[in-house]
């Protein structure tokens, strides 16, 4: 779109050069600032904030740093940068002068003359921060982190209680912020995966206390806000699409330890857009054999009803649809002890028995706990005390711009026993027996920080043994279509050759058309010392080292647990090793790759 007429020449190739690239919430953002600068009004506008900020941040004429509030946000999968919005929505909706910003743009000198901070940090795998906020995390517990007596904050944390460590880095950060001086507005928030239960009333409460912080009165005019929420009929999270199943194939062979499905899913009629890197949610329900066990355990009739919000339902739809059954929580575990009076869970729930009750989590499910620890349940209490059942996320396995209104994903669908009994992943099962022609809900959920190289000169690296090759599928499919010159070179890996290799026609016929440039294998149990793709990394590392060196993008995903972090420490060797770097030098040139955007991770 071509500038008005009734700007300057000059002006006109400044606008443009100042729109191009940019997001949409920037785009949004701008057009706030610019109608209030219209309107005679100031903005604190700090460039690190202005890439993430939301679609409008109100700011009140005349005030200085120390009257604004600075609402700071670490996100792995888009759930915090949401909680975050929300929060600067609705200060910037009272009037409060709020800047939003995200961990990894934010100047850490700046946090000594911060006097109003809110922070809504994820949890990424078992307490630990995610990666845009490691730097961050880091600076804070460092020595260099200045005292902060004239600090006000408070804390939002988000992770999963199904982790033996629930929110751990929400505490850590709030814990760490008190030994440096600061004060504590409010306690700290510790949200679920049902988010809303616990964010929606903290965010209440903080906006409250920022503004008696920041002393705007009741009678403060309430500036006009751009709605961030999806109007009605637009997919989202809480209005998924009802698609339908067009392929669930099994891509791993009869003789294979896993059972992995190749799905394709259409979008016809559904408008949702994608990008490779993006996710996709898929909202799954439970299996009625295993709500009929939890019911018979219990001795509850099917068709008693529950109220809940004013909702009511029976009970075997609660716990069929909208009840988690396969994944075990603290708070549960803590109120089935309690009502079994059982010592022995209660033990395993105490600080000092942390590894027996990780082991726990990893490998009991409801059941379970149900038959060992036996206890008198009502229908409504175990409903009200069972966690929400919540949306799973897939990393998207397809280019829009080559399957166009198709979906695809690469499915691992987890089965086990348990004392002779069948365990299972609650989405992977219901994905896995669904028929092509049965609907599923889905949506989209972007993600901004897995993105391919704006420049398609540049080189890419990407690092996805079993169901972490998923994206790069996608990332293959795209650059392909676009003709990027950019190389593109793929470590993948899982344990046999012969049975899991994942979409093996697919990678050899892009090595022979050029869309796939290097492709590095490692099945790890096809000889007596296993190979995973660290030890393929660490093989190449001085080709590996010159394209990272050359400018190409590292891609990781996977495992969080135990592959990233192998992979991780394999970069740091070879940083050292073909760069003549310390460790300490190493983990600079890694952490400003990841500055750099050239070092992203998608792990779970």
Known sequence: MLAPSYLPESKQLLATELVDGLESNALSWLSGYFAGVAQGRQFSARPAAVPVAPPIVAAVAGTSTAQQLTILYGSQTGNAKRVAESLAEQAGGHGLNTRLVRADSYTTRELKDEQLLYIVMSTQGDGDPPDDSLSFVEFLSSRRAPKLPQLKYAVLGLGDSSYPIFCGIAQRIDARLQELGATRLH?????????????????????????????????????????????????????????????????????????????????????????????????????????????????????????????????????????????????????????????????????????????????????????????????????????????????????????????????????????????????????????EGDQLSIFVEENPRFRLPADSSRDIIMIGPGTGVAPFRAFVQERSTAQASGRNWLFFGNPHFSSDFLYQTEWQQALKDGSLNRLDLAFSRDQSDKIYVQDKLLENAGDLFDWIQGGAHIYVCGDATRMAKDVHQALLQIAQQEGGFDAAQAKEWLDELAAQGRYARDVY
């Open 187 to 435: 306690e700290v928030g510790t949200a679920d995966l049902d988010i809303e239960t616990v964010a929606l009333p903290w965010q209440e409460t903080a906006i409250e206390e920022a503004r008696k912080v920041l002393k705007q009165s009741e009678d403060a005019p309430i500036a006009s806000v751009t709605p961030l929420h999806p109007k009605a009929g637009k997919t989202t999270r809480d209005q998924p699409f009802r698609a339908e199943l067009l392929l669930n194939q099994a891509i791993t062979g009869r003789d294979s330890s896993k059972d992995i499905r190749h799905l394709e899913i259409s979008l016809e009629g559904s408008g949702l857009r994608y990008q490779p890197g993006d996710a996709l949610g898929v909202w799954p329900t439970q299996s009625a054999a295993l709500v009929d066990q939890v019911l018979a355990i219990q001795n509850l009739s099917p068709d008693e009803s529950v109220t809940i919000s004013n909702t009511t339902r029976s009970v075997k739809e609660w716990l069929g649809q909208h009840r988690e059954l396969t994944q075990l929580t603290k708070p549960f575990l803590v109120a089935h002890a309690e009502l079994a009076q059982s010592d022995e869970l209660k033990t395993l729930l105490q600080p000092e028995a942390i590894d027996d009750f990780r082991a726990l989590l990893e490998t009991r499910q409801l059941v379970d706990i149900l038959k060992a620890y036996p206890a008198c349940w009502s229908a409504s209490a175990l409903v009200k005390t069972l966690r929400p059942l919540t949306p799973r996320m897939y990393s998207i396995a397809s280019s829009q711009t080559v399957v166009d209104e198709e979906v695809h994903l690469t499915l691992a669908n987890i089965a086990y026993e348990y004392e002779g009994e069948a365990r299972w992943g609650a989405a992977s099962r219901f994905l896995s027996e669904l028929d």
